[in-house]
């Protein structure tokens, strides 16, 4: 069972576009939402999370919005720029008494020149 | 440097030999995690330690086996007995799992086995 739904699992954009990654969860205890980035052929790497206490959060050209009574999150990227070509995890976690970090299935995003 | 390191970056193995998949990390971390992803199914939890000498069964052990006898390793076996071991391999840590929430990864071993 899937514990955290991801989509789309593909995305292809223009350079300077706005693609935006869903993910979906179940669990209400969950209350630490990160985002990974990974490159082919390399792990994934930490690139911004959120806590449910608020909305919205930026960290530069990536945003993510949390939508506690849909339980859903997105992340956006802001003026995409070929570099930005990735696979792109969301992922759930509790802060406390955790053992575990669930993932979604990945997004593959393409940015085109 | 801080970092954790995986070895080798690709490895070759024919159908009915065991192959064990090294990871070490220098950041001190109590916890560490071994990950397996396949195209389009993310990341599965295989096995993680909390401590030396400790591990526990993720959602995918079977045909694995892992040991702590170090805080610094944590390697993997492929046994035999895994039906379909062809996969790329992630290695990750934490401070512990009470913050398993926050890992970090190594870069990856990719496994084939024909």
């Known amino acids: 069972q899937q514990q955290v739904k991801q989509s789309p699992q593909s995305l292809i954009v223009q350079k300077g576009g706005i693609p935006i990654i869903n993910c979906a969860y179940e669990n209400t205890a969950f209350d630490y939402f990160p985002w990974y980035q990974q490159f082919p052929g390399k792990g994934p790497a930490l690139l911004i999370a959120i806590r449910p206490d608020v909305s919205e959060k930026k960290e530069g050209r990536f945003t993510i919005s949390f939508n506690k009574s849909a339980k859903q999150f997105s992340l956006h990227i802001m003026d995409s720029q070929p570099g930005d070509s990735a696979t792109y995890f969301c992922?759930?976690?509790?802060?406390?008494?955790?053992?575990?970090?669930?993932f979604g299935t990945g997004t593959r995003l393409t940015v085109i020149p | 440097d801080g970092g954790i390191t995986q070895s080798p970056k690709y490895l070759f193995r024919k159908e009915g030999q065991n192959v064990t998949l090294s990871c070490e990390q220098n950041l001190n971390h109590d916890a560490m995690y071994w990950y397996r992803q396949d195209p389009g199914q993310g990341l599965r939890l295989i096995y993680y330690?909390?401590?030396?000498?400790?591990?526990q069964k993720g959602d995918i052990a079977e045909g694995y086996s892992v040991s702590r006898e170090k805080k610094e390793s944590f390697p993997l076996t492929v046994t035999s007995a895994q039906k379909n071991p062809t996969a790329f391999y992630l290695c990750?840590?934490?401070?512990?799992?009470?913050?398993?929430?926050?890992?970090?990864f190594g870069p990856g071993t990719r496994l084939t086995v024909t």
């Open positions: 992922a759930a976690s509790k802060k406390t008494g955790a053992n575990n970090l669930f």
């Open positions: 990750a840590s934490s401070i512990s799992t009470s913050t398993a929430y926050e890992q970090y």
């Open positions: 330690s909390q401590i030396v000498n400790d591990f």
